[in-house]
Nanobody, 133 residues
Framework: QVQLVESGGESVQAGGSLRLSCKAS????????MGWFRQAPGKGREEVAA?????????TYADSVKGRFTISRDNAKNTLYLEMNSLIPEDTATYYC?????????????????????????RGQGTQVTVSS
């Protein structure tokens, strides 16, 4: 069983930057896709970014974060990252890291939407990001 543990969330001013990390306790190979989604109070889950493990160039982003956020993975450290720049108050949410097998990052939006009925195989407990104006 693989556990995902997020870290790096904190309170920042608008315009600031944060880097979230998601450490996996076990090995995830190229059969998996992995990414981030977020949930703000009173709102549903929203896809943020995803990638196919060990497949460069598969990174996908929600329109709301494109150009501001960057997803990456350090295979040696078994850690997924989300670099967040130019943060705005609308980015305030709990950010979750998740992974599934036999999937593609290009389908991340649909996977996040469907996760309310059937959760991801692996999902972290979330890390809080608060952006103040």
């Amino acid at each position: 069983q693989v556990q995902l543990v997020e870290s790096g969330g904190e309170s920042v001013q608008a315009g600031g930057s944060l880097r979230l990390s998601c450490k996996a306790s076990g090995y995830l190979n190229r059969e998996y896709c992995m990414g981030w989604f977020r949930q703000a109070p009173g709102k549903g889950r929203e896809e943020v970014a995803a990638l196919d493990i060990d497949r460069p160039g598969t990174e996908t982003y929600a329109d709301s974060v494109k150009g501001r956020f960057t997803i990456s993975r350090d295979n040696a450290k078994n850690t997924l990252y989300l670099e967040m720049n130019s943060l705005i108050p609308e980015d305030t949410a709990t950010y979750y890291c998740a992974a599934d097998r036999y999937c593609y990052a290009k389908d991340w939006k649909e996977m996040v939407a469907g996760s309310l009925e059937a959760d991801f195989t692996y999902r972290g407990q979330g890390t809080q990001v608060t952006v103040s104006s």
